[in-house]
């Protein structure tokens, strides 16, 4: 599972409320990914990470930010939740091969 | 836009038979070509990968096909198990992109014993 780690699993929100989803990883990667899932999509990149207070967008990044202040922590934070961000969030990091990316467990979001 | 397409949606095979999942990509600076696997209720684990300098990657029973002039890949998987019941997912990534994966949309793959 390369160590990572995300919490929480499982959320139900309501629609307005402020998210915040934590990635934790233990190998010191140096790049961390935010994705969602979501049927007839597949997987896309919100943002990204490649260290410390260093972030950048990906394809579907409206409504979300993150923060890294230390390597092993990535946050994905919905500011205000909508139904439309009801999905299955992937952390993932960039191995040591340049090229290899690795999925955390995810975390199912529920906005109602 | 989808960068990666992914073909079929579905697919079900008898225990033995080989199911091929096929994807294509328009964007040539593309040149990491991975598939991941995964099963319900847990994250995508990278099963094989390829790189545009080589036509054919074998793993265990798994074999990456790509044909780089028609920017098409597949992945083969020989003697299916129903063990190999997942969704499988092809990408394409760039260094020029930050290392960005664009996933294709997911095959669901289920092999009857």
């Known amino acids: 599972d390369a160590g990572i780690t995300q919490s929480p699993r499982h959320k139900v929100t309501e629609t307005g409320t402020p998210v915040t989803l934590r990635c934790h990883q233990t190998?010191?990667?140096?790049?961390m990914y935010w994705y969602r899932q979501d049927p007839g999509h597949g997987l896309r990149l919100i943002h990204y990470s490649y260290g410390v207070k260093d972030t950048d967008k990906g394809e579907v990044s409206d409504g979300y930010s993150v923060s890294r202040s230390k390597t092993e922590d990535f946050l994905l934070t919905l500011e205000s939740a909508t139904s439309s961000q009801t999905s299955v969030y992937f952390c993932?990091?960039?191995?040591?091969?340049?090229?290899?990316?690795?999925f955390g467990p995810g975390t199912r979001l529920t906005v109602t | 836009q989808q960068q990666v397409k992914q073909s079929p949606q579905s697919l079900i095979v008898q225990k033995g038979g080989i199911p091929i999942i096929n994807c294509a990509y328009e964007?040539?600076?593309?040149?990491?070509f991975p598939w991941y696997q995964q099963f319900p209720g847990k994250g995508p684990a990278l099963l094989i990968a390829i790189r545009p300098d080589v036509s054919e990657k074998k793993e265990g029973r798994f074999t990456i096909s790509f044909n780089k002039s028609a920017k098409q890949f597949s992945l083969h998987i020989m003697d299916s198990q129903p063990g190999d019941s997942a969704t499988y997912f092809c990408a394409a990534s760039s260094l020029n992109t930050g290392n960005q994966f664009y996933f294709g949309t997911g095959t669901s793959l289920t092999v009857i014993p």
């Open positions: 964007n040539t600076a593309f040149d990491y």
């Open positions: 190998e010191n990667h140096r790049y």
């Open positions: 993932a990091i960039r191995g040591t091969r340049a090229y290899e990316q690795y």
